[in-house]
């Protein structure tokens, strides 16, 4: 990825960070932090494990949501760029619907139609 700019937005005053990449003018998403928000974890390593789980199981289910799962470097809690999973706009609504529990589909109104999402805030290219 060339030059990349990072963008917060809070859900239910949870995180949700996003990188542009410039180049490709697309916006990444964080699947920890979304993770993060849908089960209301505040552990980064129970966070991370809970997705290992998902992931291989929408995997075993032959989901696309793991295939267009893309690893990008991102800053870890702990300060240090570490490769993450990230999902693009079409990925999260993706993994929002394969997503247990209810507090998924309000997340995915917020981000598909909130002015404070990811998504609205930076309709235009990026």
């Known amino acids: 990825m060339s030059k990349a700019k990072i963008s917060i937005r809070f859900f239910d005053d949870r995180e949700v960070r996003a990188l542009c990449d410039e180049a490709g003018a697309k916006w990444w998403f964080s699947v920890l932090d979304i993770a993060a928000v849908l089960t209301d974890q505040n552990d980064y390593t129970k966070t991370r494990n809970y997705w290992k789980y998902l992931k291989a199981k929408l995997k075993k289910e032959n989901s696309q949501v793991v295939s267009v799962t893309t690893q990008l ?7 240090k760029l570490r490769l993450a999973d990230m999902l693009d706009y079409n990925g999260i609504i993706a993994l929002g619907k394969e997503f247990p529990g209810k507090k998924a589909n309000r997340f995915i109104e917020w981000f598909t139609y909130s002015d404070e999402s990811i998504d609205r805030k930076n309709k235009t290219r990026c």
Not at 73 to 79: H, I, Q, S, T, Y
């Open 73 to 79: 470097k991102f800053l870890a809690p702990d300060g």
